[in-house]
């Protein structure tokens, strides 16, 4: 059996690379062959999702990040006999498009956990961190900041794969306006980006992520990072190659048309032991 998955991942992304061991863990246990293939644009995604459908692939793993560039490829492997798991982002779309079960977590719930923790840590003023414009799944996570906290909530895009870049805009926003007091990142890779622009800025914000790698652990250990969420990658790919294995061996299905969540998680630096076994190995 041969599996393909086709991300919306920026390169250098490392949250990827925990979604990539999870699927090729599960792989090697249901002795599949797994192929992996990215890119950040919605037509690329599209085209990368022919290509495997033009290479017969048993089944499909992939991202809702931006919908509309996806559907009409993803529907034509459906339509072909092509069994399709959406993961990570677009849950809402997974049934829709006709994908058997979708393996991530409810953006705006997520949100919502973040702005709900931010008010118990009397926040007043956040800074949300956009690093990839277009991605619905990230333009959720701020709305649902948003909808929870009772503070004031602005929201900053910036090129997640420009980090010098990105580090100069978040730099900016916190020495333009004092009242920042906290900045909400929506993926590990631009939290260490904020803690230096932060630390340029001279800032006293507290900084939030979305996701967790093995740098936010230790981010989180030295209390750089006030709390992150994780919505277990390794998870998500591990699951998504299982129930293509399982569907095909004995028509399983998961979720009944809903998404299976897995995540919202709140963690923080009194869950950094446990952790700090699992981040070395690359599956968390």
């Excluded at 919306?8 to 061991?21: L, P, R, S």
């Excluded at 499909?60 to 996806?70: C, E, F, H, Q």
């Amino acid at each position: 059996m041969t599996i393909g998955m086709v991300s919306h991942a920026g390169d250098g992304d490392t949250f990827w690379d925990i979604v990539q061991n999870g699927a090729q863990r599960a792989a090697a246990k249901d002795n599949v062959r797994f192929l992996y293939a990215h890119d950040s644009e919605g037509a690329r995604q599209a085209e990368l999702i022919q290509s495997y459908i033009d290479q017969k692939v048993d089944g499909l793993i992939v991202t809702l990040a931006k919908p509309p560039a996806v559907k009409a490829a993803v529907q034509k492997a459906v339509a072909q006999g092509i069994p399709v798991v959406t993961v990570n982002s677009g849950g809402e779309f997974s049934a829709a498009y006709g994908a058997l079960a979708h393996f991530g977590q409810d953006e705006a719930v997520a949100g919502r956990a973040v702005g709900d923790e931010l008010n118990n840590r009397h926040a007043r003023h956040v800074l949300c961190v956009i690093h990839e414009q277009g991605n619905v799944s990230l333009e959720d996570r701020c709305a649902g900041v948003r909808a929870a906290f009772h503070g004031k909530v602005d929201n900053l895009n910036v090129d997640g794969t420009n980090a010098p870049a990105s580090q100069s805009s978040i730099q900016a926003e916190l020495q333009a306006d004092p009242s920042l007091d906290t900045v909400v990142t929506l993926g590990a890779p631009i939290a260490s980006i904020s803690v230096k622009a932060k630390k340029e800025a001279g800032s006293s914000a507290q900084i939030a992520t979305f996701d967790l790698n093995a740098e936010v652990v230790k981010l989180l250990k030295a209390k750089d990072v006030a709390f992150a969420v994780d919505q277990q990658p390794y998870l998500q790919g591990y699951e998504a190659v299982d129930l293509l294995w399982l569907h095909r061996a004995n028509a399983d299905v998961l979720g009944g048309g809903k998404p299976v969540l897995t995540g919202p998680a709140i963690v923080t630096d009194k869950d950094v032991p446990k952790l700090e076994q699992y981040t070395g190995r690359g599956t968390r």
